[in-house]
């Protein structure tokens, strides 16, 4: 599985700004999607998370109500759809795949096989 993710921007705080995360294959509706982001001189953290079919999602506490996560299957598509942007929101934000019997989705980045590049959103104050 090969992830390409896009959307990152700048924009001003209170703002809104979706990213999204194409992959290649024909197996991606197999796989749990997230999201991470690293900030400069920070360490890579959690965002958000969605099962395979896309019932399920879970966040990390500091994005729970502002960013919602979903995917679209037959596009081979995960989405960051991120509003009431902060600028501790400000970090590179990418996207992962992973696999696990028996795990629907997961905040730990070792549960993950693939990772996209990254892509840079800055919001400003």
């Known amino acids: 599985v090969q992830l390409q993710a896009s959307g990152g921007g700048l924009v001003q705080a209170g703002g809104s700004l979706r990213v999204s995360c194409a992959a290649s294959?024909?197996?991606?509706?197999?796989?749990?999607m997230g999201w991470f982001r690293q900030a400069p001189g920070k360490e890579r953290e959690f965002v958000a998370a969605i099962s395979w079919g896309g019932g399920s999602t879970y966040y990390a506490d500091s994005v729970k109500g502002r960013f919602t996560i979903s995917r679209d299957n037959a596009k081979n598509t995960v989405y960051l759809q991120m509003n009431s942007l902060k600028p501790e929101d400000t970090a590179v934000y990418y996207c992962?795949?992973?696999?696990?019997?028996?795990?629907?989705?997961?905040?730990?980045?070792?549960?993950?096989?693939?990772w996209g590049q990254g892509t840079q959103v800055t919001v400003s104050s």
């Open positions: 294959g024909r197996t991606f509706n197999s796989y749990f």
């Open positions: 992962a795949a992973g696999r696990r019997s028996g795990t629907l989705y997961s905040r730990a980045p070792k549960e993950y096989d693939y």
